[in-house]
C-alpha cells in the first residue's frame, strides 16, 4: 500500500516537524532528526479519538494508540506554526486517522476504540464543571447584578442557569468515554469537514 503520511511541529523545542506513515504493517514516526520509530498494527491494544479543545486551539481533535507495551502515542490536528500560532490540518490529520484505524481493524481485531476523555480525566473535569455550574448559580442568584432592577429579574436568572445547565449537559453527553467498533466511530470523533481555522495567532 502506498503509505499515507502527516507531518505537524508538537512544540516550540521540536527543530521541525515530525512525520508519522501508516504503512502496511506498521506506524512508522520519522523525528526531525530523522530517527524512526515503529509501531506495528498487530501490537495496538485500543484507540482513542476526542474533541480536546486547548489555550488557542478550540479546533483541537486528538488521535491516541496504545500499544501493548510503552506509552500513548497522541497525535493531534494542530501544527506549531510559531510561538502562539497555530494551524490547523485537520484535512490531512482526518485521511491519516482513518487509514491507521482501517490497518489497526485488519490487524488486531481485538482492539478496542474509545470515544470522548479517557475515564479519569472525565471524572476530573466533571467534578470541575458541576463545582463551576454551581459556583456560577449561586453567583447569580446570591450576589447583586444590573438584572435584579429590572421587573422580570427572577426569570432571566432562571433562564440564564437552565443555558449554563444545558450547555453542562451537553459537555457531558459528548466527553462521556464510550467504546465503539471500528466501523462506527462516529463523525462527531473527527474534525468538521469545514475546518476554516487555517492559522490561529496568540492575541
Known sequence: MQPIVYRKRRNPMARGEREWRVEEEALVSVGADGRQRAVA???????????????????????????????????????LVALGAFEDRSASYTLFVRAALERIAACSP?????????????????????????AAAVAITVF???LDDLPFATPAKLAIILVLAGVFWRWVIGALPRGVAF???????????????DLKEAA
Open 41 to 79: 498494527w498487530r501490537d495496538v491494544i485500543g484507540v482513542r479519538l476526542c474533541h480536546e479543545p486547548a489555550r488557542r486551539r478550540p479546533w483541537r481533535f486528538a488521535f491516541e494508540i496504545q500499544p501493548r507495551a510503552g506509552r500513548a502515542i497522541e497525535i493531534d490536528n494542530a501544527h
Open 110 to 134: 481485538k482492539a478496542r476504540a474509545l470515544i470522548g476523555e479517557t475515564p479519569r480525566r472525565y471524572f476530573v473535569l466533571l467534578l470541575a464543571s458541576l463545582l463551576g455550574l454551581c
Open 144 to 146: 447583586p447584578t444590573p
Open 183 to 197: 466501523d462506527a466511530i462516529p463523525a462527531r470523533a473527527f474534525p468538521p469537514d469545514d475546518h476554516p481555522h
